[in-house]
């Protein structure tokens, strides 16, 4: 099987599949992003974001899992039409303002989320020479760092200046013109194959589980999802109560976060492709994450302002930035002719782990406070690690 975006005439170019692939990613994580930045305007309360964010992650699963069949199918560029018509739904209905309206807004989101990053697994791996391979994958991640940027920037000024319905409005207009750039660009990407066959639950299963180190990248993404969405979720209240810090100072400590994110999105992708050890990078970034977390957990509040910056950084380098190396890393691994299938399979566990971490941590605060949870996520992470090392012992040079 062969995915329905590769051509057997000569390679299209990287870099308009590329700047598509960031830009839906972009536009998922700007609409994830939305009701929460609107929710002081729009009066949308906690347990309403978290039932948002449980439907997200609900339906996400599933779509990833069972989308590659879909990927293989109508290729990824159709795909990505599909994600930003979800998108335009979604917001649309997240702009009716009711709970049932957010609820449904999340369902929608879902099938969004879902299938986007083994779409782009399935086009780009098609696209790019193996020796580039990690840094381009890494640079397609920056789509989620450079959503939320631009929605911390743009929706707040939005959601005060005209309402929060003009907030969903704007992103949905978005997501209508990134319909217009997807389905302009497919035709170059696209060719008219053979459907392959269907996989069932059980050979689904069977790509994340026949090779070891796939299943060791999925185990370990699982950990390492739940620590990134806690950083994203929780960082400021735990400045602000077991750090020292002030509210704003918290912020200004998650923006340091997010900064060295982007910059490891980019950073480890560069070294993973000049070393040629991708596996060996994402050990290191797996104890680099359970360093920073395990400090910051224990006694975090003894450190000076100076230096509570500069591990939240190091944290956000480490914590947000293993995204693209472990996408590069699956699609390399995976049967060349299910990267897709292959892609969404080992997603699955890692969105367990986004679906999973909110209730541990909110579990361990109310038992032991946040330092503590920290603290467990770090030990989780260095599990993580651990079957990483496992995993590729007997692979030298993976």
Not at 40 to 61: K, N, Y
Not at 113 to 124: H, N, V, Y
Not at 208 to 234: E, G, H, K, Y
Request: glycine residues 12%.
């Amino acid at each position: 099987m062969v995915d329905g975006n590769a051509a057997v005439r000569p390679a299209p170019a990287l870099l308009p599949a590329l700047g598509a692939m960031t830009l839906l990613q972009a536009l998922v994580a700007l609409a994830l992003f939305a009701p929460g930045v609107v929710a002081p305007r729009a009066h949308i309360e906690v347990w309403q974001l978290s039932m948002f964010s449980c439907a997200v992650f609900a339906v996400g699963i599933p779509a990833s899992f069972w989308g590659g069949g879909f990927i293989a199918r109508a290729g990824s560029l159709r795909i990505a039409s599909l994600c930003a018509a979800a998108i335009v739904v979604g917001m649309a209905l997240a702009a009716l303002g009711s709970t049932a309206a957010l609820l449904a807004a999340g369902i929608c989101l879902g099938l969004a989320m879902g299938p986007e990053t083994p779409a782009s697994a399935a086009l780009l791996a098609r696209l790019v020479t193996a020796e580039r391979r990690t840094f381009v994958f890494s640079v397609r991640q920056t789509g989620n760092q450079i959503g939320a940027v631009c929605g911390s920037l743009a929706l707040p000024a939005i959601a005060i200046a005209f309402g929060p319905a003009w907030c969903y409005a704007v992103v949905g207009l978005c997501a209508l013109l990134a319909i217009v750039l997807f389905e302009w660009l497919r035709p170059a990407y696209a060719v008219k194959l053979v459907p392959p066959p269907k996989l069932d639950l059980r050979a689904r299963l069977a790509l994340m589980t026949a090779d070891r180190r796939i299943a060791m990248l999925a185990l370990a993404s699982m950990p390492f999802s739940a620590m990134q969405v806690s950083l994203n979720t929780v960082f400021v209240t735990l400045g602000t109560r077991e750090l020292g810090l002030s509210h704003i100072e918290a912020g200004m400590a998650l923006a340091c976060a997010q900064a060295g994110g982007l910059v490891g999105r980019l950073g480890w992708g560069f070294v993973a492709m000049r070393l040629d050890a991708s596996r060996m990078v994402l050990i290191v970034i797996g104890l680099g994450m359970a360093f920073c977390a395990a400090l910051l957990g224990l006694d975090g509040g003894s450190f000076s302002r100076t230096w509570q910056f500069a591990i939240a950084a190091l944290f956000g380098l480490t914590a947000s930035g293993w995204n693209g190396v472990f996408i590069a890393e699956i699609a390399r691994l995976a049967p060349q002719d299910r990267i897709g299938e292959t892609t969404g399979a080992v997603l699955t566990a890692s969105y367990a782990g986004l679906l999973a971490a909110p209730a541990l941590v909110s579990i361990l605060d109310g038992v032991a406070g946040l330092g503590a949870a920290f603290f467990a996520l770090a030990c989780l992470a260095l599990c993580g690690t651990v079957a990483l090392f496992w995993g590729g012992r007997d692979n030298a040079g993976v």
